[in-house]
């Protein structure tokens, strides 16, 4: 069960009046040295267990939360847009991704009212647009929904730095704010009555985290990359793709303590085994998945 939860199966909770469903864009393989950044291979590939390309197997995973708001999609994927050796080199297997996987669970992308993006690299972007018929010009794929970007990230990923270029493709983003269904957003900003924008710097200056409340004051974090699987909850495992690594580490002792003092529910990405989990602090004063909680059961 807990393995095809990254590609087929859509899984829902109910969280106070809303219900939150992890679906799945698919599958990506990314090197496991830029994963886990300055630990060394030997400790990490007991964790994630890397293939012969030394890549580790991730998910691309998504939120629908369906509430009084209506209908809001957190991350989109990959995409489908990249050809086929692009998709080989990252190991990208969709299955019809996040499109399908919607449709599959009743909320199809005509019916989505808005979509937040963490940031624009193409593994959390990618699915914001689609080819059109001709396979020539990029749409938005969710053609009724307003999207949800922090400006600053646009401007990044708008001129990106040459170290940055592999991870930022115009037809990505450009065609949302040429359709004009671009909302800027910055930290602190409700999206909806329920649903809040938390800056969390570093893998980006303007990466976001999106919180949604239960209506009791309790949030389940949808965190990107900050902490893209459970793997990276220990302080020092942070990818070597971030830009500011050491502002990640400040921002991820903020915000572990914060959803651990105020029970979050946390939301990983890149986690194709454990999308969701509760947080607990060990002996050496880190915190990690809870063992003794089901985050399913709200
Ligand atoms: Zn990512």
Redesign the pocket.
């Known amino acids: 069960m807990s393995r095809e939860i990254a590609t087929r199966v859509a899984r829902s909770l109910r969280w106070g009046e809303r219900t939150v469903t992890v679906l799945s864009d698919g599958i990506i393989r ?1 090197d496991g040295g830029a994963m886990f950044g300055v630990v060394p291979k030997v400790v990490w590939e007991k964790r994630m267990m890397p293939d012969e390309k030394n890549r580790i197997r991730m998910g ?1 995973n998504s939120l629908l939360v369906e509430g009084p708001e209506g209908r809001t999609v957190i991350e989109t994927g990959a995409g489908g847009k990249d050809d086929a050796r692009f998709q080989a080199m990252y190991g990208i297997e969709r299955d019809g991704g996040l499109p399908e996987r919607l449709r599959e669970a009743g909320s199809p992308p005509e019916g989505v009212d808005r979509v937040i993006l963490t ?1 624009l ?1 193409f ?2 972007a990618g699915g914001a647009t689609t080819w059109d018929e001709d396979g020539t010009t990029a749409v938005p794929t969710f053609p009724n929904a307003t999207y949800h970007v922090h400006v600053g990230e646009f401007e990044a990923a708008t001129n990106p730095d040459e170290r940055s270029a592999s991870s930022y493709f115009a037809r990505n983003f450009a065609p949302l704010a040429e359709a004009g269904v671009v909302e800027w957003v910055k930290g602190g900003d409700r999206v909806g009555p329920g649903i809040e924008i938390l800056e969390t710097p570093g ?1 980006t200056a303007h990466h976001v985290s999106v919180a949604v409340d239960d209506g009791t004051g309790r949030w389940l974090v949808f965190l ?2 900050l902490v ?1 699987t459970t793997a990276h909850l220990p302080w020092p495992w942070i990818m070597a ?1 971030d830009l500011y690594p050491m502002t990640t580490l400040a921002t991820k002792k903020r915000v572990l303590a914060q959803a651990h003092d105020e029970d979050w529910l946390c939301a990983f ?2 986690d194709a085994d454990c999308p969701l989990a509760y947080l607990a602090p060990d002996a050496r004063g880190r915190f990690l998945v809870d063992p003794e909680r089901d985050p399913w059961i709200a």
Do not use: A, E, I, S
């Open positions: 990314l691309m940031h690299h593994d959390h893998h990107g990359d893209p793709y990405v890149h």
